[in-house]
C-alpha cells in the first residue's frame, strides 16, 4: 500500500503530501502520524496539503482527528498550503476543523509551530551562543 512520507526536522514532522488522499491512505497517515509523535518526541506537525485540488468530509474530520492525537501526545498540529477552493468546500460542507492551526504556507507553518511552543527564543539562544 502506497505511504505518505513524514520527516523529521528538529522537534517537528513534516508532511507533504503530493497524492491525491483516499480514505485508506489518510487512516494509515494518521497511524504513521501517532507513531512517529510517540518514537521521536515531536512537538509539532506540520502537513502541507497545496497540492490537494479538494478535500471531502471524511478527509476533513480526519485532519481533525489527527490534531487532537496529537495535541493528547503533546504536540501541535498545522495545516499549510490550503488551496482556496479547498476552504470554500470546507465551509458549505460545515467542517469545522478545531484544533487545527492553519497557515499560509510552510514557512509561515515553522514559524507559528515554532512561537507557539516557545522555541523562538530557545533558537535565537542558540544561536548567540555558538556565535
Do not use: C, W
Amino acid at each position: 500500500m502506497q505511504r505518505i512520507p513524514i520527516l523529521k526536522m528538529g522537534p517537528f514532522l513534516l508532511v507533504t503530501i503530493q497524492v491525491d488522499l483516499h480514505d485508506r491512505l489518510v487512516m494509515a497517515l494518521q497511524d504513521d502520524l501517532t507513531n512517529m509523535v510517540s518514537k521521536t518526541g515531536a512537538r509539532g506537525v506540520l502537513i502541507d496539503i497545496s497540492s490537494l485540488d479538494m478535500v471531502d468530509s471524511f478527509i476533513g474530520r480526519m485532519l481533525g482527528g489527527i490534531a487532537a492525537v496529537t495535541r493528547l501526545m503533546d504536540a501541535q498540529t498545522v495545516v499549510v498550503g490550503m488551496q482556496p477552493a479547498v476552504a470554500i468546500t470546507m465551509v458549505e460542507l460545515g467542517l469545522d476543523l478545531p484544533g487545527v492551526l492553519t497557515a499560509l504556507n510552510v514557512e509561515r507553518g515553522m514559524e507559528l509551530l515554532r512561537s507557539r511552543l516557545g522555541l523562538v527564543r530557545e533558537m535565537a539562544h542558540d544561536i548567540d551562543t555558538k556565535a
